[in-house]
């Protein structure tokens, strides 16, 4: 019988490779960062001797890698930044003459996180976003969750471009883990997008080996990548500068990628739907369309941001005798604008909470997404606060879904160092709750109103839109692509099945809309026909907890669970290393088992229980290896903790021999 410590060592063994991979230092030789034409421009550097040959039409593409080198040019490995994917042994099956394969690695299964995608002609691959999904209950003590492309590891010199189509954490967190371990493959996104990653690449000290080429997708754009075309065009989303794919294979196969997208008419800081570029793309015979689920429970259309705007004008104009706190996520720039606009307008002054907030905020004045007066706009501390009187303060802050140290839920538990919730504060929820962290919000939004402070929220006001099509924005979209297959992204079954009900309804046969799971492989034919294959990638639930990357079947989270349950008891044992005699007392400490009113008799028990199960098995097996020994030990306080407490705790013995 296997115990706790048994597997958590078979585990260990398993995750260690056979032979020790080393990152290879790169050093880029030859880049350009000048804007290109019509004519062929080929980037050469030295990683893995790689070549990137891009044939760019009619837009502006940038290639960047010397204006973000940091001092120390040299790749240096920092314990808190971890790339190490477990080995596998699978390799992808064979793919036929001029067949079009496209894998799903992230995004569905799960809401909204670890958003991520593979599409492969003979022997050239591309990669689209690779986000990540945070913790919940189900991963205790874990900091996040990531796309498993182990067994992209092998084919690194295959990958011809990683596509990125916006800055959220869904889609662009788990960079700094992935592109190391596959080689550092150019990176392919927007402008906004490029900004906001660059941040973290830095810190992860990898900044200095990556390539990137900036994107206008507002323009007609295409480049080739292999034995793929692929063109970025602009889509209206939650953050400036969110794009869409649409990538055709040498094979003929046609892919119109939408990720995040909604249509919006009027948006506050993008062009409004660029409905006869998809209607283009749609004359082309796509073959597959692939559609954001996220909003399939909702009907009709989302909120303009025009009407949000109005919305938000009224309480800013309003609310002239106390402070205005704004909470909602920092990547939402267009709503930052809108509130500028309306300081502005009433000559009210905006501070912004958060270190995510200012960073975000910085870079998109830096980059002039964002336009305003000179002193409009001020970082929130108590120095830059005085002098204005708190009526004319308006305060946007992070916290919107109760992020455990983000700035609101500091100041709804009084912790906040500029800031205090009193009487009269009014605040607005100008967001979405993130499934999952309804319970969390609501406990911030009871504890501002229970300080006194009056809560808005998008029930109440139209204070909010989501980025996210609804079905009549999903309908429209099928009806401008007229795609041959439909494949629903985004989201659990049930999302995914109410998009695909809505694609029947808009005339897609049932037997054309490809309901895939994560690592499910789908080749397409030169002729139009789909494969599904019986085979599927093998991928794992990869975690980050602190310093270590590991699989989330791991042992140490199901004791995580059993103690989260249970609690622990810990038997220390003190022998005669000679005589293997008990020596003083057994040493126990138990956590989070018994009630003070039991702890004395409980903890009498168990010691008189264990001393006898140590001495017994002891005298009828005097030569018992020590392993075997604290197995007896453990099953059998197993049993009598059943017996005497109805419970089941975790237990773990020890012996010290002196």
Known sequence: MQDFLDKLDDELSSMQPKKENKTPEVVITSVSNKKTDNKNTKTSYSNNNKKTNSNNKKSGWRFYNKDFKSKNTKFEHREKFVSKFPETRFYLPSLRDKHTRYIPIGWNNETGAKNMGMFQYWDDIILADCGVMFADETLPGVDYSIPDVSFLKKYTKNIKGFLITHAHLDHIG?????????????????????????????????????????????????????????????????????????????????????????????????????????????????????????????????????????????????????????????????????????????????????????????????????????????????????????????????????????????????????????????????????????????????????????????????????????????????????????TPIYGDTYFRSLHAETAMQEGIPKDNILSLDNGNIVDFTPEGRVFRSKITVPLQDIIIDGNGMWTANSHVITARHKMKEAWVIVVNYRVDKKTRAILGHIRLETRGLVYIDEVRTVHRDILRKVKMIYENTIKDIPDIEEKELLKIVKTDLEKYMFYRLDREPMIIPMITEV
Not at 194 to 215: H, M, P, R, S, Y
Request: proline share 3%; glycine share 6%.
């Open 174 to 486: 788990a960079l700094k883990h992935i592109i190391p371990a596959l080689d550092f493959p150019v990176l392919y996104w927007t402008k906004l997008t490029l900004w906001i990653v660059k941040k973290g690449l830095e810190e992860a000290q990898i900044l200095n080996k990556c390539t990137f080429v900036e994107i206008d997708a507002k323009k007609e754009n295409k480049t080739k990548l292999g034995g793929f075309t692929v063109e970025f065009f602009s889509i209206n989303h939650s953050i400036p500068d969110s794009a869409g794919l649409f990538i055709e294979s040498d094979g003929g196969a046609k892919f119109f990628h939408t990720w995040d997208f909604k249509i919006d008419h009027s948006p506050e800081l993008d062009q409004p739907a660029d409905i006869e570029r998809f209607k283009r793309f749609g004359d082309k015979w796509v073959t597959m369309l692939l559609s954001d689920s996220t909003g399939s429970i909702r009907k009709w259309h989302t909120t303009s941001e025009k009407e949000v705007w109005e919305a938000l004008d009224k309480i800013v104009w309003e609310h002239n005798s106390w402070r205005l706190i704004i909470a909602t996520f920092s990547s939402w720039i267009s709503r930052v604008q809108q509130l500028i606009n309306s300081a502005e307008k009433f000559d009210k002054t905006i501070f912004l909470s958060g270190r995510s907030m200012v960073e975000n905020i910085a870079i998109a004045k830096d980059l002039g997404y964002l336009k305003m007066k000179k002193d409009t706009m001020k970082k929130m501390t108590p120095k830059n606060t005085e002098g204005v009187p708190v009526n004319k303060q308006i305060i946007i802050t992070t916290g919107s879904q109760w992020e455990e140290f983000s700035a609101l839920t500091r100041m709804a538990g009084g912790l906040h160092n500029s800031i205090e919730i009193i009487e009269w504060d009014t605040i607005v929820f100008s967001s979405s709750v993130v499934p999952g962290n309804d319970r969390s919000v609501v406990w911030v939004i009871n504890k501002l109103i229970k300080l006194g402070a009056t809560v808005i929220t998008k029930d109440t006001l139209d204070v909010h839109t989501w980025g996210h099509a609804f079905v009549e924005e999903q309908k429209e979209m099928i009806r401008l692509v007229r795609p041959k297959y439909f």
